[in-house]
């Protein structure tokens, strides 16, 4: 068991290119259900059988595992049973026929447009000490926000990644899949002042091309992006705590809102899949609904 989860892992790493996080969550499910079939006596992945996958999301639901949770342990084993048919480990495939619940989706918190513009001014009053900190803090909420990018893209970025002839960056996005996001004249002006400012005071030999940098001149991690977001969200008067994904969440809302079409979003945003995008439409409508009831006399 131990032999071929290590050498599915490499498959995952070095055939499939995916993310280190997500290595580590397929290979962290499928540890979890080789170690249930083997409580059941099954010490060979040839004697997986549907019973047993079935029985190991059962025992998960009865932890208390939401369906999310679930639902993508159940991608998981699926992804994991399909490859040992295919290398010929086993004589069918185990998860062909295994179901998953439905994942709830819940509606996302985002900032109003005014609590969005209190964000940035708030961090940018901070900054006005010309701390490289500080000037840096406010390109990353600016960039943030106007691209929608995601923390982990955020945190990628290269110094060639900025195009500021054109206002665009590059993002590397899941699946290794690049595209281009546009960003506005506040949002140029901050990487603008961090560049010339900032990101000279904390560079060191450490710092390579990173476009963003941490304390110690390294490139800046996506804990160090989290903790500030929450920390700045804090200080806007009656704002959602959210976080950088929320953040995301918001420049779609706001787009939306705006006008913007559901593919211009999509492309912006990397959504391979155009339901993932249509989410936000249900936001807007929530919020388009609670406005009525406030104000329509006849609500």
């Keep these: 068991m131990a032999r071929v989860l290590g050498e599915y892992e490499r498959h995952l790493v070095s055939e499939r290119d995916l993310t280190p996080h997500t290595v580590r969550a397929y290979v962290a499910d499928v540890l979890g259900l080789l170690d249930h079939a083997a409580r059941l006596g099954q010490l060979d992945v040839a004697e997986l059988d549907l019973r047993t996958l079935r029985s190991w999301l059962a025992k998960q639901q009865t932890m208390g595992r939401s369906r999310t949770t679930l639902a993508r342990r159940a991608t998981a084993a699926r992804v994991f049973t399909g490859w040992l048919l295919r290398t010929g480990r086993t004589p069918s495939d185990a998860g062909a026929s ?68 054109r206002s665009v ?80 969440h918001t420049a779609a809302t706001h787009l939306l809102e705006g006008g913007a ?5 999509q492309e912006l945003l990397g959504h391979a899949s155009l339901a993932t995008t249509q989410r936000y439409t249900h936001v807007t409508t929530d919020r388009l609904r609670r406005a009525y009831q406030q104000a329509h006399p006849r609500a």
Excluded at 117 to 131: E, H, M, V, W, Y
Excluded at 186 to 214: H, I, M, V, Y
Excluded at 218 to 233: E, M, W
């Design 261 to 265: 079409d559901l593919r211009s979003v």
């Design 98 to 165: 295994l179901g998953s619940p439905k994942a709830h989706s819940a509606l996302p918190s985002v900032l109003r447009a005014d609590e969005a513009a209190d964000l940035i001014r708030a961090a940018a009053t901070l900054a006005d000490d010309g701390s490289p900190l500080g000037v840096r803090d406010v390109a990353m909420l600016e960039l943030l926000y106007a691209t929608g990018v995601r923390v982990g893209e955020l945190v990628g970025l290269d110094l060639d990644d900025l195009d500021r002839e």
């Design 169 to 248: 960056i590059r993002v590397l996005g899941k699946g290794r899949k690049e595209r281009a996001a546009p960003f506005g004249q506040p949002a140029g002006q901050a990487l603008d002042r961090w560049l010339r400012q900032g990101r000279p005071t904390l560079q060191t030999a450490a710092s390579g091309a990173a476009l963003f940098l941490g304390a110690r001149g390294g490139r800046i991690d996506q804990r160090a992006v989290r903790t500030l977001v929450h920390r700045r969200i804090a200080q806007v008067p009656g704002a959602p705590d959210i976080g950088p994904h929320g953040l995301r």
